[in-house]
């Protein structure tokens, strides 16, 4: 169906966004409200239709007498994402409920249909004094924003009736303009008004985070006319979260003046997670302006800023000044930061240097024979494989002899050497032989149908300069490993394969789906309530965290199962990433490893809108599992993709501790 009514729908927007002192339905016509019993054996039906992805069995309740079956019916939506209830849930549009209407707002921007906007703005209803409808309303403006067109935008993003107490509404169209940004769609008069927003200390908080993540996010945006009221809100907002974000937006003006006020902003901050903002913002600019910078954070005392410096070194780095980086490394550096520098070195310092590379590769080398740390190992052959001249080292030395991390390591180090751009310079004519002599190591490890180095080696093939296209003449190998691979366990693996093989073959993807295979135990949820936490204790200390059974019963459920179970014991925080997240719960302990089953996503009404957001790790929709993963920041790009199914309460000073590598010694839950 052809979009012709975008003129109309403009024109609709605008009236219904300006046109604020209309009427609407008196307040008492609002029947009874939304409250949600997690016991109620009526919520369980609708929840465990959801899991099991039952379409028939949710559209009866959209009728149902009860607004809170109503509206958990509609919310389902959001995580079943089934196209063909779209116009059943137009219909709860103009439900009489307005939790109900919201529900079906949010579901129907998460189902992307993008024939539902103009029923989405016709469900618009102008302003009420109590701002009874408002919660329906900023829902609405938000879904408008994952499914409208850039004429929406530019309607959404010129209203002027719209005052600073008017909170919900301020809120929709922000998070619809952000939605929009994140779609690739973006105009001029979108951004000035996040600018605005940001930039206007009596908006509630939550209205400026999702404005500033926008000017953080939003791609080919030009900020340069607001570079000295983005520097201001740098150096004097009080919250966190806006200086985090607006150091990140700050990144793209390459200017003097903002090269200036980031890196005196970087010696001033008490906040580290603003700091590793700042310091990604500064790679943007020439290296050498900021290379003194770079090269003196790398011995700050917080680790995640080091790692962040020492990043942008091993990307960024001059190859004219690569022979100082030796001195950078110091006997008591955190591991996480010296393997990055020594990266650096094969990376940056030509090839032809080859005597001083063979030292520093004799020093690596004696570090990993003594080493018993798997991460260390792991980024240590990662670092060696940034220089092409230990391509042969690592395919002898270093695969299929050591442990699973160190064999996936392996795998991207092999990568990272191929696609060096000293490749060639140092192979010449022999190149061909290489890549054929790699992909023959390839073929012999995937018929070991390890997961990690199944999911690793099937991007290396997909990569088109490599030119493996031309270098396979059959994927029959690749077919025997997938028949090796246990469904739906290893289905990240399998599908990266089968991406490999449609990429090889020249044809389009399509990823397997997992089939329902593990129903949510009742009998361990009928323990949980709304105050039912769970105390994750680590190495460096206790994190607190709070269950959100409404928003993700079959994702606590397994939580608590697996806890049960013992298993989270000992396992790994195998990921960091530093003012992200910290990840954990492989059972391998390099992020390709699950059990024999896999849980559904549950997408509902929470955003990762502050620190502290507990989540669901996935390689896709409804293939959660083990793994999970807790926000040091606000990530509203991930509101709406991944399950929340609780919050730190206490220990978010554990949790920006936490290195690659650290244990959680066991799981405790706290019931009452």
């Known amino acids: 169906m052809s979009r012709k009514y975008s003129f109309f729908t403009v024109v609709l927007l605008v009236y219904i966004l300006v046109n604020m002192n209309s009427c609407v339905p008196p307040s008492e016509k609002v029947m009874t409200t939304v409250d949600v019993n997690i016991g109620d054996p009526v919520v369980r039906k609708i929840w465990t239709a959801q899991d099991e992805g039952k379409i028939d069995s949710l559209k009866i309740y959209f009728s149902d007498k009860n607004p809170t079956y109503r509206y958990l019916a509609a919310l389902s939506l959001a995580s ?78 010129t209203v002027k009736a719209y005052r600073n107490t008017d909170t919900l509404l301020l809120l929709g169209q922000t998070r619809g303009i952000y939605r929009f940004a994140m779609r690739g769609i973006i105009v001029p008069e979108g951004t000035d008004l996040m600018v ?52 990140t937006a700050l990144g793209k003006i390459r200017d003097p003046e903002v090269l200036s006020s980031l890196i ?31 090269k003196r954070k790398i011995d700050d005392e917080n680790l995640h800023v080091a790692v962040v410096a020492s990043e942008i070194l091993l990307n960024y780095g001059d190859k004219k000044d690569a022979l100082t980086y030796p001195e950078l490394i110091k006997e008591k550096q955190p591991w996480q930061v010296k393997t990055l520098v020594y990266a650096a070195i094969f990376k940056n310092i030509p090839f032809y240097y080859s005597n001083t590379k063979k030292k520093y590769v004799d020093e690596v080398k004696t570090i990993i024979t003594n080493s018993s740390n798997r991460y260390e190992i792991a980024s240590y052959v990662k670092a060696l494989g940034y220089d092409p001249l230990n391509f042969d080292l690592i395919l002898d030395d270093y695969t299929g002899t050591k442990s699973e991390i160190q064999n996936t390591a392996s795998i991207e180090a092999i990568r990272s050497s191929l696609t060096s751009e000293n490749f060639i310079n140092i192979y010449g004519y022999g190149h061909r032989k290489a890549k054929m002599k790699a992909l023959e190591l390839f073929k ?151 059990l024999d089953y896999t849980i559904r996503s549950e997408l509902g009404l929470k955003y990762y809108d502050s620190e502290g957001y507990v989540g669901m790790a996935s390689a896709g929709k409804d293939t959660e599992g083990t793994q999970f993963f807790i926000t040091n920041s606000p990530a509203p790009h991930l509101d709406g993709r991944y399950t929340i199914f609780a919050k730190v309460v206490e220990g978010m000073d554990v949790v920006n501790q936490i290195e690659v590598g650290d244990k959680i010694e066991n799981v405790i839950i706290i019931y009452r």
Request: charged share 25%; glycine share 4%; hydrophobic share 40%.
């Open 444 to 594: 012999q490890r995937l018929r070991i149908a390890d997961v990690g180095e199944c999911a690793e080696i099937a991007t290396t093939l997909q990569i088109p300069e490599l030119e493996f296209k031309m270098l396979i003449d059959s994927t029959n190998f690749i077919d025997s490993t997938l028949s090796k691979l246990r469904l739906p366990r290893d289905i990240e693996a399998y599908n990266a394969l089968e991406q490999a093989k449609s990429y090889l073959l020249g044809r389009a993807f399509e990823p397997k789906k997992v089939v329902f295979n593990n129903p949510i135990d009742w009998n361990i949820f009928n323990n949980v309530s709304d105050t039912t936490k769970a105390v994750i204790k680590t190495t460096k200390g206790n994190i607190t965290i709070k269950f959100f059974p409404q928003n993700a019963p079959g994702s606590v459920t397994n939580f608590i199962k697996l806890v049960n179970q013992e298993f989270f014991n000992k396992k790994n925080f195998h990921r960091v990433v530093p003012n992200f997240v910290i990840q954990g719960g492989c059972p391998r302990g390099d992020g390709y490893g699950a």
């Open 196 to 247: 605005n927003y940001v930039t206007t200390p009596e908006l509630d908080s939550e209205i400026r985070l999702y404005a500033a993540n926008y000017l953080a996010r939003a791609k080919d945006i030009d900020l340069s006319g607001y570079k000295f009221r983005l520097i201001e809100m740098l150096n004097k907002d009080s919250n966190p979260d806006i200086r985090m974000a607006v150091a």
């Open 80 to 157: 079943v994402q089934n196209p063909d209830l779209a116009d059943s849930l137009k219909v709860l549009l103009n439900d009489i409920n307005y939790d109900v209407r919201s529900a079906a707002a949010y579901s129907l921007g998460q189902i992307g249909n993008s024939n539902a906007t103009i029923d989405l703005i016709s469900s618009f209803i102008s302003k009420d004094t109590f701002d009874v409808n408002n919660v329906a309303n900023s829902q609405i403006l938000e879904a408008v924003g994952k499914l409208g067109t850039k004429d929406e935008l530019l309607a959404m993003a």
């Open 264 to 294: 005196n902003k970087l010696e001033q901050e008490k906040d580290y997670r603003v700091q590793c903002n700042i310091l990604r913002s500064l790679s943007k600019f020439d290296y050498p302006s900021i290379e003194a910078t770079i």
